[in-house]
């Protein structure tokens, strides 16, 4: 069974930190870009970081940069999304997503993404 498995999320204070993960299994990570998005209530769906195939292909929204950090283990088949110097505006659901076999840029763009998580819920309140 194909399926990616985020976690990590929970309640946090302002300037906290989460380390969300998403783990795949029946296919693999490598050879493919990664991206984690995120959705507010009443808002869509928005990317905050992403991954290419190479460590080197990063990008972040700008909401997010320098706070957050995007990695993959490709040993454990893992993609990690450390947060710190959370704010109350990180608070969503938060989705990882992968895209086929060969693709070596990434964006922010959904239609990109050929199979995505269930979403884990991130809240930053005092």
């Known amino acids: 069974q194909v399926q990616l498995v985020e976690s990590g999320g929970g309640l946090v204070q302002p300037g906290g930190s989460l380390r969300l993960s998403c783990a795949a299994s029946g296919f693999t990570l490598d050879y493919r870009a990664i991206g984690w998005f995120r959705q507010a209530p009443g808002k869509e769906r928005e990317g905050v970081s992403c991954?290419?195939?190479?460590?080197?292909?990063?990008s972040y929204t700008d909401a997010v940069k320098g706070r957050f950090t995007i990695s993959r283990d490709n040993a454990n088949n893992t993609v990690y999304l450390q947060m710190n110097s959370l704010k109350p505006e990180d608070t969503a659901v938060y989705y990882c997503a992968a895209t086929r076999l060969g693709s070596y840029y990434c964006n922010f763009w959904v239609g990109s993404y050929d199979y995505w998580g269930q979403g884990t819920q991130v809240t930053v309140s005092s």
């Open positions: 991954i290419g195939r190479s460590d080197g292909i990063k």
